[in-house]
């Protein structure tokens, strides 16, 4: 498995940026399953973006056209770039990773490592 650890969560008001940093430790070679996930305040977890071991991604029709996901192999880093964001984006998120397997997923179920999470709040 992997360590995770992210950053870059905050208090934003609704139209701004965030980006969220992932640093994997442990089993580290590039090629595996990475995602983030949220969690609203009262909500389930729900899948917000994934990327593959070849960095193929997807996305949360919620979220789509507005965030973008990525990684630096070099750095170990998963990132996630939110943009226009809106008072319903306000969530904990988390970083996700499996490396068992390449393709990108949004279910949880399909993760094996998780991080501790990052809070964002957007304000209206």
């Known amino acids: 498995q992997v360590q995770l650890v992210e950053s870059g969560g905050g208090s934003v008001q609704a139209g701004g940026s965030l980006r969220l940093s992932c640093a994997a430790s442990g089993d580290t070679y590039s090629s595996y399953r990475m995602g983030w996930f949220r969690q609203g305040p009262g909500k389930g977890r729900e899948g917000v973006a994934g990327?593959?071991?070849?960095?193929?991604?997807t996305y949360a029709d919620s979220v789509k056209g507005r965030f973008t996901i990525s990684k630096d192999n070099a750095k170990n880093t998963l990132y996630l770039q939110m943009n226009s964001l809106k008072p319903e984006d306000t969530a904990m998120y988390y970083c996700?990773?499996?490396?068992?397997?390449?393709?990108?997923?949004?279910?949880?179920?399909?993760?094996?490592?998780w991080g501790q999470g990052t809070q964002v709040t957007v304000s209206s």
């Open positions: 990327i593959s071991g070849s960095g193929r991604v």
């Open positions: 996700a990773a499996n490396t068992r397997y390449i393709l990108y997923s949004l279910m949880s179920s399909d993760y094996n490592s």
